[in-house]
């Protein structure tokens, strides 16, 4: 078997200490890391709909990483190995398996750096560039190639990449999909400009260009029993430039992205160009903070594979502005990006009425308020005998300010958190949401789910290491599978101990045989970087979503033990 340059290397770089060059190579070196190991015992169970024949008799399974870095002055290496035997309920079960996805190695010097092998990057917030990890979702788009960092006057900072994207376990020598190639370049001018450097006004430019090369010369496209030929581009370019201007308590952020055309799986194989912009103004002040954004989105998902359809692949991230709630039942109607159209906007407020005033008594009362409402874009058809969308033209018209008719997401939340004493410490929620279950799930034909939610979280403070937490969580809808309520408890003893047990309960179902109990026990106990938490019970269905990006969850029963640890 040939052995690939990158991991030669690496064998070389740990496999050497019996020579008296990697001795001193290795003398003041140190080598860190972290593991974590997630493992699951299912059970069948009739009205989850789970049988031995849905679990393929894998009942135990379980996913582990673990990574290990090796630093010596300038010169860093690491990697790391993978376990999904099989993977749990809900990972895409490409991952099956175990391996060394990722490795690298990194040289700095004074004003350049340089990485082989696998990295992570992200040029501005995203937009055509991001490569990142997020071991929740099952999701990693790690670039195995070559970078380089150069910054060659105080101020610039250049990033030059070229590589090939990873695609669950299968080999980059046989990659059925496009390699990817960036530049970005990004301004501090107040450094550049000695004129510059005590003006109150902070000026950030920077500017992107992304390729991605993939041989595919022609796709064959079957419709109404017809089978219709067409041409793709080889090469798919995109471009941002993007500003961030700071004075005083305001903060001004804008980034605009164009695409040339991009036909995919993911929209129909349209000839469309896509873009985006992306706009944040925040103020912010002790006590006081406020954002605004904006968003449009128009045909942007970029893929290095045309024809892939998930969640894997993607060159860049689309900002969901919305907010990232955290509470169970506030979390079973998140908000998915959708790359094909959208625009919205989000306001945020964070407010603390200070202390020993009327409102805000000894401690202070913060109050947090958040918007968000997501639209469609308008489309109109290129032409009257052509439909929106089709396949093989240039999709549709869109008129850049103009909103389209159908509402995907709307959320207005208020959370008040007041301290009443030293014992005692209240957060209260409330939660309205407008969620687009037809376009965000694919539920076709499905209403909007309009849903209310109530929480109210307590803590008692027993004495300075002893806790108890309640937690009661009420969401009422007309819709979907009705009215939810949730109760936990949850038990500390700080540092170490950890107790919880909840119950969500579907009790609005309009299915009666639905009106499940969803119970969970869970306890953890942490000693410095280790921590292990065991737990029994069960998950409801749905979908879990980390910054817009999310990956269907199903119902599950059983046990479930992780263990996570650094070093």
């Keep these: 078997m040939k052995t690939s340059p990158f991991r030669s290397l690496l064998l070389i770089i740990f496999l050497l200490p019996s020579t008296s060059f990697a001795q001193n190579f290795l003398s003041g070196g140190q080598v860190h890391g972290n593991f974590q190991f997630d493992g699951a015992y299912y059970a069948t169970d009739s009205k989850l709909g789970i049988t031995d024949s849905t679990l393929d008799g894998k009942i135990f399974r379980m996913n582990g990483f673990g990574n290990l870095i090796y630093t010596n002055g300038k010169f860093e290496a690491g990697l790391r190995f993978e376990a999904y035997l099989p993977p749990l309920a809900g990972f895409d079960q490409q991952y099956d398996g175990v391996g060394i996805p990722y490795f690298y190695i990194k040289y700095k010097w004074d004003n350049l750096e340089l990485t082989a092998g696998n990295f992570y990057e992200q040029f501005g917030n995203g937009i055509i560039m991001r490569s990142y990890e997020e071991w929740q979702l099952g999701y990693d788009n790690s670039i195995r190639g070559f970078r380089a960092k150069f910054q060659p006057l105080d101020g610039i900072t250049l990033i030059g990449l070229i590589g090939t994207q990873r695609y669950y376990w299968e080999p980059y020598k046989d990659a059925n999909r496009g390699i990817v190639k960036g530049f970005d370049a990004e301004f501090f001018l107040n450094e550049m400009f000695k004129g510059m450097k005590d003006s109150k006004t902070i000026i950030i430019l920077g500017g992107s260009f992304v390729s991605n090369y993939e041989k595919v010369k022609t796709k064959n496209i079957t419709r109404d029993t017809t089978i219709y030929q067409y041409k793709l581009p080889n090469n798919v370019a ?57 968003k449009r989105i128009d045909n942007m998902s970029y893929k290095s594979k045309s024809s892939e359809l998930g969640n894997m692949l993607d060159i860049n991230y689309l900002p969901p502005l919305t907010k990232q709630h955290t509470y169970s039942l506030a979390t079973l109607y998140p908000y998915a990006t959708q790359p094909n159209g959208e625009m919205g906007i989000q306001g945020q407020v964070m407010y603390t009425i200070p202390k020993k005033s009327k409102l805000g008594g000894k401690y202070g009362t913060k109050i947090e308020l958040n918007y968000s409402n997501i639209y469609s874009i308008d489309k109109q058809p290129v032409a009257p005998e052509i439909p929106v969308d089709s396949t093989g033209t240039k999709g549709y018209k869109s008129d850049f300010f103009k909103l389209g008719g159908d509402k995907y997401f709307e959320d207005f939340d208020i959370v008040l958190t007041k301290k009443i004493n030293k014992k005692w410490k209240v957060i209260l929620s409330y939660i309205y949401q407008v969620y687009n279950i037809d376009v965000i799930e694919g539920h076709a034909g499905e209403p909007k789910v309009y849903a209310n939610t109530g929480i109210a979280d307590i803590t008692y403070k027993i ?9 009661y969580q009420q969401l009422f809808t007309r819709q979907d599978r009705g009215n939810w309520v949730m109760g936990l408890l949850e038990f500390n003893i700080a540092p170490k101990w950890f107790f919880t047990v909840m119950d969500e309960y579907n009790y609005g179902n309009p299915d009666k045989d639905k009106q499940i109990h969803y119970y969970n026990a869970n306890f953890a106990y942490v000693k410095g970087p280790t921590r292990i938490s065991l737990g029994y019970g069960k998950q409801r269905k749905g979908l879990l979503c980390v910054g817009g990006v999310c990956r269907p969850v199903p119902a599950s029963n059983g046990f479930t033990i992780t263990i996570s640890s650094q070093f």
């Design 238 to 294: 995109a471009y941002a430039g993007r500003m961030n201007i700071i004075h005083g308590n305001f903060n001004f952020a804008a980034e605009y992205a164009y695409k040339i055309n991009n036909p995919s799986a993911m929209n129909n194989y349209i000839y469309k160009n896509g873009e985006v912009l992306f706009t944040t103004l925040s103020y912010s002040r002790k006590g006081l903070g406020i954002t605004l954004s904006g």
């Design 463 to 471: 004495t300075p290491t002893k806790s108890l937490r309640l937690e």
